[in-house]
């Protein structure tokens, strides 16, 4: 199949944006905000053949013909994977030493089997800054103690990279059942941000055939257009997802509010550098589950993973926790610097809340 210029763009806006229903209109607004030009006419019958070939379905909703991705077919992946390859190479070509970066990650990554694909977030803007954030996904295994020092090796070669090539690097680790239960929940949270702004890197194909299995079991994908801004966080979100995780500030009143993991949570506070916020970061991570993997590259990301390594070494004390531990270790492995807390002040305000161990 020939993928003409519009073909292109309608594919790379609907997998972009999975889960948001589009009509023609939409589409062709969307399209047009994006690229700065989109004809109707063009849209409508590069559609209809789509349809035609079973690569998407069109819903006839009232007057409207709602768009969506055909992922019951198997050639969709395929179809993907080509978007993705085009995608990379528009962004990595002219930029050598880009290349040799991404060619000793094919060879170093190559030969981790449990590695299914990597994704770069954000390539074009991130390469201006002389970083990379990448999506690096695991295959599922019952070898949890194995999984956990094959994620740790990764950070190390990573660590490795960022020296040899003088660039930041903030690497997301991720299992496929993790990377499931992040878009199928109903939380506002980092992978569903990088679903929108992703290219992938490495194995495009397993890449879409992971999503198209998580989308044929019924899961609800929905993409995030805007990734969150930690630092604009509202006082009232903070406040309610405080509660949520069992931590009420005196005088808060918010009882709604949006949704928003753990993690982004708990680096929005550290970011805040507010000793009663910061005070309140072992207490959720105490009392809930969390992902040590995302608590990582969050507080790496947003340079705040030594202030977390100082609090989680004291919750380790105070309430050991399996992924606290693991946690710990990853922060150590990428290289931060442990800032120490106050730890009579942050054991006292745990027991006030019920944090600690009995």
């Known amino acids: 199949m020939q993928l003409d210029i519009t073909t292109k763009r309608i594919l790379n806006v609907l997998s972009a944006d999975l889960g948001r229903p589009f009509s023609i209109n939409q589409l062709t607004e969307k399209i047009k905000k994006t690229y700065g030009t989109a004809y109707y006419a063009n849209i409508y019958n590069r559609l209809h053949d789509l349809e035609k070939q079973q690569f998407i379905i069109l819903n006839q909703i009232g007057k409207s013909s709602?768009?969506?991705?055909?992922?019951?077919?198997?050639?969709?992946?395929?179809?993907?994977?080509?978007?993705?390859?085009?995608?990379?190479?528009?962004?990595?070509?002219?930029?050598?030493?880009?290349?040799?970066?991404?060619?000793?990650?094919?060879?170093?990554?190559?030969?981790?089997?449990?590695?299914?694909?990597?994704?770069?977030?954000?390539?074009?803007r991130n390469i201006k800054l002389n970083r990379l954030e990448l999506l690096l996904l695991l295959g599922n295994t019952d070898a949890h103690q194995a999984h956990q020092e094959e994620t740790?090796?990764?950070?190390?070669?990573?660590?490795?990279?960022?020296?040899q090539y003088n660039l930041k690097i903030d690497g997301l680790t991720l299992s496929e059942a993790e990377f499931k239960q992040f878009l199928d929940s109903d939380e506002a949270n980092p992978v569903k941000e990088m679903m929108y702004r992703k290219t992938v890197l490495f194995c495009p194909q397993t890449f879409w055939n992971i999503v198209r299995e998580i989308m044929k079991k019924g899961t609800k994908i929905r993409t995030e257009e805007t990734e969150l801004d930690l630092v604009d966080i509202t006082q009232t979100d903070l406040a309610y997802n405080l509660a949520r995780f069992g931590y009420e500030e005196f005088g808060?009143?918010?009882?709604?509010?949006?949704?928003?993991?753990?993690?982004?949570?708990?680096?929005?506070?550290?970011m805040q550098r507010r000793i009663r916020r910061t005070e309140a970061v072992p207490i959720i991570l105490a009392k809930n589950d969390a992902n040590s993997n995302l608590l990582t590259f969050l507080s790496k990301k947003y340079g705040v993973d030594g202030r977390l390594l100082g609090l989680l070494k004291i919750l380790i004390q105070a309430r050991p926790r399996e992924y606290v531990e693991q946690a710990i270790k990853l922060l150590e492995t990428s290289g931060a610097k442990e800032v120490k807390a106050d730890n009579k002040s942050i054991l006292q305000r745990m027991t006030l809340y019920g944090a600690r161990q009995e």
Request: charged share 25%; glycine share 4%.
């Open 152 to 163: 740790a090796a990764i950070y190390v070669k990573l660590r490795s990279m960022e020296s």
């Open 252 to 270: 808060s009143t918010a009882r709604t509010g949006h949704k928003i993991c753990i993690e982004d949570i708990a680096t929005a506070l550290l």
């Open 66 to 124: 709602i768009i969506a991705l055909n992922f019951q077919n198997y050639l969709l992946t395929d179809l993907l994977a080509e978007l993705e390859i085009t995608r990379k190479i528009d962004a990595i070509v002219g930029e050598a030493s880009l290349q040799g970066l991404l060619e000793k990650m094919d060879r170093d990554f190559g030969n981790t089997p449990s590695i299914k694909s990597i994704c770069s977030i954000d390539l074009e």
